[in-house]
């Protein structure tokens, strides 16, 4: 279980952050906070894997919250959600060790999907003794696209059914099946489902059987 402090100035937008988080299987919410001093104490208090740390909080700044924690040793990773879209904000939240950037308003898809690509790198990380030069570029260099981010023909609604289709079959499914599950044509589903091994979001197998050629079977990763 991945626990999650939550830190953000506003208190509903706290509350809708920390209902998505607990969405998702795997996470769990330790803690809110709403200042920067509020988050520096939960943080030694609670020991979170995961910030999910607003940059604008009303007697600092949630860059300076984390270089302090990394200062005192603590190791939490962090995930800035912000309005800031300043480019010299994003540099210093990179320089400061965040592991993504996800700018206000986005909706719930986008940040499951940042979540999705933490617990991907954990696991990925937990299963290694020794790093190959690739497991490092896949863990240094893979970044999920974002759900806004669809290549031209895909729309993000289908985007949406077809990666709950694909949640909800954690043992993998073919093509034809999700387009049975979604009423959709066989072919949409499977440019959908392409799309999501392409950015890291399904696993692909084949499975093999009779004469022709094998049917492809996606799940989802992490």
Excluded: W
Aim: charged share 25%; net charge positive.
């Amino acid at each position: 279980m991945t626990k999650v402090l939550v830190v953000d100035d506003d208190f509903m937008v706290a509350k809708l952050h920390s209902r998505y988080v607990s969405a998702v299987p795997g996470f769990s919410v330790v803690g809110v906070a709403h200042t920067g001093a509020e988050a520096l104490r939960a943080a030694h208090r609670l020991r979170p894997d995961l910030l999910l740390l607003d940059i604008f909080l009303p007697d600092m700044d949630g860059i300076g919250v984390l270089r302090e924690l990394r200062g005192a040793g603590l190791a939490a990773d962090a995930l800035f959600i912000t309005a800031a879209r300043d480019a010299g904000m994003v540099r210093a939240a990179l320089r400061a060790g965040a592991l993504h950037y996800l700018i206000k308003p986005f909706n719930q898809a986008a940040l499951h999907e940042q979540l999705r690509h933490v617990a991907a790198l954990r696991s990925r990380l937990d299963g290694l003794d020794e790093a190959r030069q690739e497991d490092v570029d896949q863990i240094f260099g893979t970044r999920p696209r974002g759900s806004r981010e669809l290549p031209k023909g895909l729309a993000a609604h289908t985007a949406e059914l077809v990666e709950g289709i694909l949640r909800a079959h954690p043992e993998g499914l073919s093509a034809t099946e999700c387009a049975e599950a979604g009423s959709l044509s066989r072919v949409s589903a499977r440019r959908y489902l392409e799309h999501f091994a392409a950015t890291g979001r399904a696993e692909v197998t084949l499975r093999y059987g009779g004469t022709g050629r094998p049917e492809r079977r996606y799940r989802p990763a992490g």
